[in-house]
């Protein structure tokens, strides 16, 4: 089969790193090829450099036996080549027409022509079965829908080849499989598409091939029917990775934090984003929540945590309701929160390792006496929570912490947080971006604090993360409580379908 | 932290060569030798010592209004009324120095008192009005130094007016002035005072506060980052208020420094421009204390050369605003410059790997 791709030997390097070096990749006509490798391994950079944003330093790309040389996303455009962004770029009070011929606008004298557009998207639709309404607006539909739009933008410009970046990130485990059977009739239809990602279950699910990278090398390129998810996973890491977690069985003891019938406003005015929302934690136990992204988690850990004021219901800890205490003094009496954000929310960028390890102790002694810092002690604070939590830093502890690589910076703060011994952890999205070596050390960290009798509360997007480690899931859809199963009775099918808002016994 | 500091150093000093340079360029586009203009211009501001006791006078209060910006800018906050604290502030030292009769260390402690709460005062509603309302600062205190400037037109002429003049408040007596006759004659005459030994304690307290208390490591982390001061507990509204006010204040005593040291009296219809050039300053100074002092002595060279050089040759004094103003211009622009050292440190060592092309240069950012 000819190749409508190809890629030979690029090579890019940014000032002290090599982002991709000696790649080559073909994709084949008619064919879906996922590009898999971790966070920073020169995936995003490949594809930016096929899509016209980055020049390669040395290399040859070839579009349907052409020797071509991309410079900006227009031209590749011309070549029938289009990206759906990992974040969409569309405009919120738009149509779904308006943002599909942005850019592109048809033309009718001085004014607009939506109508033909409008047509022309429907019947694009309609090929591809992808049940897009061309004249809903963006702000109304769901993330899986804009998604559809997005790849609707791409089939409108007459692209040939589709590079998806990430794109189950954002999506329930449902629209995952409605969105790689979209893949799969568009490739029935001689699409081409290249998939990024680093989740090996849809590749398995969607890819006829695989190439791998690792730390901007190539690896190989394999059939993905001839390998098992392990296999590509050592190709990813380089090691042999161990998916699951150890866990013992262990009987929760008194309950750490119990929530009573908890309402929090949203960020939209007059809205909750929480409602009657009613849970407890225990002692040793991990409570997951699960549920797709911005459908009240935020409002839940914001609430605990202080940053957000309570609407109406108590939280208590330990027994004590705290709804209207301080951040600080739920800090004192025994919350640590690793933040969903680590650069907006965990970590003061600017300021060093050494620094961030204090940013909620710096006012207790030995860190400082009678307002005076003592650098000595800071210091051997963070040397211990470096060695510890095995934080790689380029200078140790006066290491800036904008210049440690994402794991580094999640592995300080969660040191930081388990070092202030705290009853109950609250991890949101613990893991995000990370690599695998990371990720698997995160986990054996939070299910320690489990093990040691503390209560865990993890928040996460990844389903699989929270079926790994909880002990017990509530799942959380539209500001509701939907449901609570416990981990070892249920399945990643039962938590989506509750996680789309039908509950347990509405399930056929 | 050593590294950075150095990158500072060098960004700073990178400006302040283009700005000459820029300004070279200006005195031969308008005929003149530029070395005889630099010549000139530097021995104006340090050709003897009374030229120097004058620089030093003029740096003072720049010393005081640098450190204010710097201060607010570290703390996350872009004052910008460092001009009407200063005029406030010195409104309030004037009227305490006219108001009453004490001896003379007690009066000159009160005045500066005053001033320091005058100053802090005017930066109080602005922060205020940022924590609470989120009512931008640059805004507020745009106002405020509005309302400083008319409220001095309304007081001095109403309460302190001069003998002669409508426009100015009387000429403090000595025993209130900042100035002491040993310095004076130390330096044979000038405008030196009391002031710049202030301003040396304010620098070094301002370092003190920034980098080794736990108030500094609050207002810092506020200023870089509020989310994250937010997390960590800390109460960010009270600390922007807290910032302002000692921003407020530093220039304040800044004003104290120039009405009732480096001048004797306080006009009306005059907003001065120091509280401006404060941003410069700051800017120059890459918001260090230290950095801020020797910007500002930097600028009070070419302040008080400039009119040296406009003497003894043809060059406009303008040319020195412009020279000032060029190497603010490359200062605010030091993301660039540091852009340009990064891409030059990238080549040499680029140049250096190729020479040694068998070191694979490892990943990971």
Known sequence: MEYIVEMENIRKEFPGIVANDNISLGLKKGEILALLGENGAGKSTLMSILFGLYKPDSGQIRVRGSDVSITNPNQANDLGIGMVHQHFKLVHNFTVTENIILGMEPKQGLTLNLRDASKKIKELSEKYRLNVDPDAVIENVSVGMQQRVEILKMLYRDAEVLIFDEPTAVLTPQEIQELIKIMKDLKAEGKSIILITHKLKEIKAAADRCTVIRKGKFIGTVNVAEKTEAEMAEMMVGRKVSFSVDKKEQEPGEKVLELQNLSVMSNHKGILGLRDFSVDVKQGEILGIAGVD???????????????????????????????????????????????????????????????????????????????????????????????????????????????????????????????????????????????????????????????????????????EVLDLSDRIAIINNGELIGMVKASETDEKEVGLMMTGIRKGEQS | ??????????????????????????????????????????????????????????????????????????????NIGASGQMLFGGLCATAVGLSFDMPRFILLAAMILAAMIGGGLWALIPGFLKARFNVH????????????????????????????????????????????????????????????????????????????????????????????????????????????????????????????????????????????????????????????????????????GKGFMNAMTSIPPEIGDTIIATIIYFAATSVLIEKGVNAVKAKLSGMKNKEQESVPAEGGR
């Open chain 1, 294 to 464: 911005g459908n009240g988690q935020t409002e839940l850990v914001e609430a605990l945590t202080g940053l957000r004021k309570t609407e109406s219901g108590r939280i208590l800890l330990n027994g004590k309701d705290i709804s209207s205490s301080t951040i600080r003094e739920r800090i004192l009496s025994g919350i640590a929160h690793i933040p969903e954000d680590r650069q907006k929310r965990g970590l003061v960028l600017d300021y060093s390792v050494e620094e961030n390890m204090i940013l909620e102790i710096y006012n207790k002694e030995p860190y400082s006496k009678n307002y005076i810092l003592n650098r000595e002690a800071i210091r051997k604070h963070a040397d211990k929570i470096i060695k510890d939590f095995d934080v790689r830093t380029g200078e140790g502890a006066v290491t800036p912490v904008r210049s440690l690589s994402g794991g580094n910076q999640q592995k300080a703060i969660v040191g930081r947080e388990v070092d202030h011994n705290p009853d109950l952890l609250i991890a949101v999205q613990p893991t995000r971006g990370l690599d695998v070596g990371s990720i698997e050390y995160i986990h054996r960290r939070l299910v320690e604090q489990r093990d040691n009798g503390k209560a865990v509360l993890l928040v996460s997007l990844e389903l699989d």
């Open chain 2, 1 to 78: 932290m050593k590294t950075t500091v150095n990158k500072q150093v060098i960004i700073g000093l990178i400006s302040v060569v283009l700005g000459l340079l820029a300004g070279a360029l200006l005195m031969l586009i308008t005929g003149n030798n530029p070395f005889e203009g630099y010549n000139y211009l530097f021995r104006g501001g340090l050709m003897n010592i009374e030229r120097i006791g004058n620089t030093l006078a003029t740096a003072t209060p720049l010393i005081f209004t640098g450190l204010s910006v710097a201060f607010a800018f570290k703390t996350g906050l872009f």
């Open chain 2, 137 to 304: 600062e640059v805004v507020a205190t745009i106002m405020m130094n509005w309302i400083s400037y008319w409220v001095i037109y309304y007081t001095v002429p109403a309460f302190f007016k001069g003998e002669f003049l409508e426009t100015e408040s009387r000429n403090l007596p000595a025993a209130a002035s900042l100035k002491a006759p040993w310095l004076t004659n130390l330096f044979d005459g000038s405008f030196i005072n009391y002031g710049l030994f202030l301003a040396v304690i304010a620098v070094i307290l301002i370092e003190i506060i920034l980098n080794r208390t736990i108030l500094g490591f609050e207002l810092k982390a506020a200023g870089y980052n509020r989310f994250s001061a937010e997390y960590a507990g800390m109460n960010v509204n009270r600390n922007i208020i807290l910032s302002m006010v000692i921003a407020g204040a530093l220039a304040g005593v800044g004003g104290a420094t120039f009405y009732i040291g480096y001048a004797s009296n306080i006009q009306i219809g005059v907003l001065p421009s120091l509280g401006f050039d404060g941003i410069a300053v700051a800017l120059l100074g890459s918001n260090a204390p230290y950095g801020v002092f020797i910007s500002a002595l930097f600028f009070g060279i070419l302040h008080s």
